[in-house]
T-cell receptor, first 111, second 114 residues
Framework: QQQVKQSPQSLIVQKGGISIINCAYE??????FPWYQQFPGKGPALLIA???DVSEKKEGRFTISFNKSAKQFSLHIMDSQPGDSATYFC??????????WGAGTKLIIKP | KAGVTQTPRYLIKTRGQQVTLSCSPI?????VSWYQQTPGQGLQFLFE???????NKGNFPGRFSGRQFSNSRSEMNVSTLELGDSALYLC?????????????FGAGSRLTVL
């Protein structure tokens, strides 16, 4: 019940396309859902996060869509660029506990 | 402000040896967490320290240990190294370690065990 399941494991998208990464959770007590982005040779960095009281949050080309009833949330990257090539991790938490992490998605944007 | 600093960045050890990794958190951050990252395994939580006390622990054997000093700097130690311990070890700091805190990660220490 503490797991966060992330898919796909890897994803190849053409430049300009939409990249979509999905995560699912079981614990309805989770109340914070961040996405972290990790470039090779670097540690992960917070990209965007959402609380379950909203269904969508947008920051530039990055959007989190949240479906509370389905217990799913997803990251959409619009107009994907080669610079977006990275590993993306979803996570979930409930106060005051630690984040529970998804397994990560390696995203490659082809020029 | 300065980010999270991890040292050393790269190290090579042989089986049976031990290793100590260091992490200097962002100034003012009191929580330090450690993660092991291997290809295909994502981020595996090792432990979290807050105010010099281990507050949370992941599912790793006792060969993995850590500590935190009064200035919030943290070290982790792996004894009796095994080949499977080869990984990137990441440290992350946050204000108080609660789930909604933003974690700031260091660049990691890449350990190779031969």
């Amino acid at each position: 019940q503490q797991q966060v399941k992330q898919s796909p494991q890897s994803l190849i998208v053409q430049k300009g396309g939409i990249s979509i990464i999905n995560c699912a959770y079981e614990n309805t007590a989770f109340d914070y859902f961040p996405w972290y982005q990790q470039f090779p040779g670097k540690g992960p960095a917070l990209l965007i996060a959402i609380r379950p009281d909203v269904s969508e949050k947008k920051e530039g080309r990055f959007t989190i869509s949240f479906n509370k009833s389905a217990k799913q949330f997803s990251l959409h990257i619009m107009d994907s660029q080669p610079g977006d090539s990275a590993t993306y991790f979803c996570a979930a938490s409930m106060e005051p506990h630690q984040l529970i992490w998804g397994a990560g998605t390696k995203l490659i944007i082809k020029p | 402000k300065a980010g999270v600093t991890q040292t050393p960045r790269y190290l090579i050890k042989t089986r049976g040896q031990q290793v100590t990794l260091s992490c200097s958190p962002i100034s003012g951050h009191r929580s330090v967490s450690w993660y092991q990252q291997t290809p295909g395994q994502g981020l595996q939580f090792l432990f979290e320290y807050f105010s010099e006390t281990q507050r949370n622990k992941g599912n790793f054997p006792g060969r993995f240990s850590g500590r935190q000093f009064s200035n919030s700097r943290s070290e982790m130690n792996v004894s009796t190294l095994e080949l499977g311990d080869s990984a990137l070890y990441l440290c992350a700091s946050s204000l108080d370690g609660s789930g909604a805190n933003v974690l700031t990660f260091g660049a990691g220490s890449r350990l190779t065990v031969l």
